[in-house]
């Protein structure tokens, strides 16, 4: 209970591999954060720690050309900026969901002009939607709209209640599947899909294991290249941090941050 409220606490955890002084390797599970959230009607409510209040993170009573403002920006931040940014979107469509016999709403959204933190990124191409009972399939709390991450965090694989479930068609392994651990250096590896990318750091080439259709992308997502090989030119470009986009089937794609160093 917070605020004569009747809440569910989410709990978040990282699982990492790390390596022993032996050289050998381990999955590390590390705690992230607690949230909590409640449901009132049509809208769900997260707690904010730092000001002691409610804000309305999902509202479910919303359609199409909808502008939902969640948060608006806080000029002097005294606290997390996942907190101070401005936490706004817009609904591009509407449909449905039956799950077990429960017919959910769907909403596909992007980011505004004005928006600093979002549920999707348009220059790395994410277009996932919110599902009523489950959320944003991508981030749950939305995430910064400039945010770079190295690794992949691709969609929510799975969901499930005492009512319903929920699996996304691009996973087809075990919800709680993690690869085999195998010490392996090599940033970019797509151990699902036996894609590798290498070298990384890189100078003026990056190969692929399998060829495919790819996008390359600065740091401030502007698209440099796009095309079908396994190997990518890149004696042209600055020293610096990219994205490789990779198209793996017509319903996936991986995004991977690569760095040129110059010899």
């Not at 997502?221 to 090989?229: D, F, M, V």
Request: one cysteine or more.
């Amino acid at each position: 209970m917070i605020q004569n409220k009747s809440c569910r606490k989410l709990v978040t955890k990282e699982i990492d591999e790390l390596m022993r002084q032996d050289g050998t390797y381990y999955w590390d599970t590390v705690l992230v954060s607690n949230d909590f959230v409640y449901n009132s009607n049509d809208t769900v409510y997260h707690f904010d720690k730092y000001d002691k209040i409610f804000y309305p993170l999902y509202r479910m009573n919303i359609k199409m050309h909808d502008t939902i403002l969640i948060r608006d920006k806080v000029v002097t931040c005294t606290k997390s900026d996942f907190l101070c940014s401005r936490f706004e979107y817009v609904i591009d469509s509407v449909s449905s969901l039956s799950l077990q016999g429960n017919n959910l709403k769907v909403f596909y959204n992007s980011e505004t002009q004005t928006s600093n933190w979002v549920f999707n990124r348009s220059w790395n191409l994410e277009k996932y939607p919110i599902i009523e009972r489950i959320g944003s399939l991508k981030y749950f709390f939305g995430v910064n709209r400039n945010l770079v991450m190295e690794g992949g965090i691709s969609c929510l694989r799975c969901y499930s209640d005492n009512q319903i479930s929920y699996k996304s068609s691009a996973w087809q392994k075990g919800c709680d599947y993690l690869r085999p651990l195998n010490g392996s250096s090599s940033v970019g590896d797509i151990e699902t899909y036996n894609i590798s990318v290498f070298p990384n750091p890189f100078n003026t080439n990056i190969k692929l294991s399998i060829a495919r259709q790819f996008e390359l992308y600065d740091s401030f997502g502007r698209l440099l290249q796009k095309g079908y090989s396994d190997e990518i030119n890149t004696e042209l470009l600055s020293e610096g941090l990219y994205l490789l986009k990779l198209t793996i089937d017509k319903n996936l794609t991986k995004t991977i941050k690569i760095i040129k160093h110059l010899p």
